[in-house]
């Protein structure tokens, strides 16, 4: 496992996601097919770090902070959660149909992804850190390793 957190382990899903976004942006006007592989793979892992975070964490989050789901900061994730889909789906689009003209798309995704991470990594990722035993933590990041 080698990671201890969750805030590290998490961290560093969003350092590689931001990384395959960037390479998507930059080859996309060289490379059509690479761009249209590297989509793909930005797509499967914003979702399963979604599905991480919304299956995973954040019941075990709101059950230890005793907070009431509707109104918490996990709310706040997952509404933020549904706009990253709908940019994921406006770009994959686009993909799809042979068109990596996806600026407008990627510009919105940047947008809602660098406020969100910031979110998740100064605050929310470290009160869940907080929150959970040392027992918990390994399973949580277990469960998420495979």
């Keep these: 496992m080698g990671t201890t957190t969750i805030a590290k382990f998490m961290g560093h899903d969003h350092d590689r996601l931001d990384e395959i976004f960037n390479q998507f942006h930059t080859i996309k006007k060289q490379d059509a097919q690479k761009a249209r592989a590297l989509f793909q793979e930005l797509f499967t892992g914003l979702h399963r770090h979604i599905t991480w975070e919304e299956e995973i964490l954040f019941p075990v989050f709101e059950a230890q902070a005793e907070m009431v789901r509707e109104h918490g900061p996990t709310e706040v994730m997952r509404n933020e959660h549904r706009q990253?889909?709908?940019?994921?789906?406006?770009?994959?689009?686009?993909?799809?149909?042979?068109?990596?003209?996806?600026?407008?798309?990627?510009?919105?995704?940047?947008?809602?992804?660098?406020?969100?991470?910031?979110?998740?990594?100064?605050?929310?990722?470290?009160?869940?850190?907080?929150?959970?035993?040392?027992?918990?933590?390994?399973?949580?990041?277990?469960?998420?390793?495979?």
């Design 84 to 146: 990253i889909k709908y940019f994921l789906e406006q770009i994959q689009t686009k993909v799809a149909e042979g068109d990596l003209r996806t600026e407008e798309g990627e510009e919105g995704l940047l947008q809602v992804l660098t406020a969100h991470n910031v979110k998740e990594e100064k605050i929310l990722y470290p009160w869940i850190d907080n929150c959970v035993s040392d027992e918990e933590r390994a399973s949580l990041l277990a469960r998420m390793e495979n």
